[in-house]
């Protein structure tokens, strides 16, 4: 997966947001951007029925 650089500082509030921040915070971030841009994918790739997947 590739990571667009400025739509993540754009989520964080920009660079000087990111220089602010201690490393663990910025895994944080970067895990949460990943997490919801992983999500975002997934959800473009499923049809849309309207309806919520099943089991069966």
């Known amino acids: 997966m590739e990571i667009d650089r400025r739509k993540f500082f754009k ?13 663990e915070q910025k895994a944080d971030a970067l895990e949460h951007f990943m ?4 999500e975002e994918a997934i959800m473009e790739q499923q049809p849309r029925t309207g309806a919520y997947p099943t089991v069966a």
Do not use: I, P, Y
């Open 35 to 38: 997490d919801d841009e992983l």
């Open 11 to 23: 989520s964080v509030g920009g660079a000087t947001a990111v220089a602010l921040m201690t490393s």
